[in-house]
């Protein structure tokens, strides 16, 4: 939009600021054009940091050789032509002669053959030193420029797929070394960026597996039964609205969790009871399937802030565990109660049980007791991870109890929603329940 205000005279005027700018960037444009250009016409090997270094070096120790030189030379020219030559006078016949003192004739003859002498052995010895220069040069930035070659060598066999090398540079503190720490502190963390990208992708395969699963038995079960009625087609359309609910609640927190290592959670009054019947009625298809029955039971009036769906996460992890590892005919539990100022909520299975040597790692990111097992399962270590996670976002934390070949049993315990917050901290939660 023109402003109104400006006169045709001052679109008129020329920028004259702006042309210095622009000559000195077309200079320095046509400048490195032409170096560019006068460096290509050159052999590799001169374009070498190590040639540049060695160049520098010869013209500096030729050219101060040679202002040593030219000085001593020019003072010792100066002083010798300036000396005099006596000479003695004498009358023969009337006519006055004068002669020098022979002396001192040869000795200015000998002086200037030394100097002619002198001036030729500088020139030679001169060049010389800078062909020696040179070389010693060429020797020295070798050694010196050695660090670099190593550091490079250990860059280029350093595979994308293994940042695990490091250049791992000795010698002295100087500016190498660094520079190789440098590269190193960089790979450590690229290998961390790489490594959270793959922890990433198990924690997102992990987390949409179990609802999608829940969705494909609960579809299974309903189209498999020819009498199954209007009633339990809609049970089942609001189970996989549900689960695909909480799988578009997941996909969003795993990309929240990528971008900053923690899950956004929601501040509202959760209903624990709801929360229970909502994920038995979820998991009792793939429960009946498994030939486990799915028992639950939870008081009412027990509510706590937090986050639905997240809650309902780490309630769907426990439960698919504890199907999984429960033998056919045994019963799992899903109970809710409330302890002191704390709710808890308890998964309780009839499986083989956990070592007590294994229950402190358990919650670990990707320990699967028995690896190759949880490999064939396609079992990636990360659902009692991210069940931890959740109950610490919560203010709260999550316990085992276990007892081998008789069964585990974990619980979440949540601070209590009160009318009336409590000034003072909560007391921890018990280690086992009732």
Known sequence: ???????????????????????????????????????????????????????????LVFGLAALV????YLGLHNSLSNQKISATAFQVGGITFIQPDQAQLVQRSVNERALDALRVYSFWSLLALFFTSLV??????????????????SVREIQASDLKQRIDLGGPNDELRQLADTFDDMLGRLDEAFESQRQFIHEASHELRNPLAVIRTNLEVTLSDPDASAEDLRHTAEVVERSSERMARLVDDLLVYARKGTLSLERDPVDVAQLIDEAAEE????????????????????????????????????????????????TVRLRGGLDGPWVW????????????????????????????????????????????????????????????DHGSAFALWLPALTPAEPQSPLPPPPIAMA
């Open 345 to 404: 909520m308890a998964v309780e299975d009839q499986g083989p049980g956990i070592d007590p040597s294994d229950r402190d790692r358990v919650f670990q990111r990707f320990w699967r007791g028995n690896p190759r097992a949880g490999r064939e399962q396609g079992r990636s270590g990360l659902g009692l991870t991210i069940v931890r996670q959740i109950a610490e976002a919560h203010g709260g934390e999550v316990k085992l109890v276990s007892q081998l």
């Open 136 to 153: 010693v040069g060429w020797i020295v930035s070798g050694r010196m420029l050695r660090p670099l070659g190593e550091i490079s060598n």
């Open 69 to 72: 030189v030219g000085g001593i």
């Open 1 to 59: 939009m023109i402003d109104p205000h400006l006169s045709g005279a001052d679109h008129d005027q020329p920028d004259l600021a702006a042309e210095p700018t622009r000559s000195n960037s077309a200079v320095r444009t046509r400048l490195h054009s032409r170096s560019y250009r006068a460096s290509k016409r050159l052999p590799a090997w001169m374009g070498s940091i190590r040639f540049r270094l060695t160049a520098v070096w010869s013209i």
């Open 283 to 330: 998991f009792n298809a793939p429960a009946v399937a498994a030939g486990v029955h799915l028992m639950h039971h939870a008081d009412s009036g027990l509510w706590v802030i937090g986050d639905r769906l997240a809650l309902r996460q780490a309630l769907g992890n426990l439960l698919a565990n504890a199907i999984r590892y429960s033998p056919e005919g045994s």
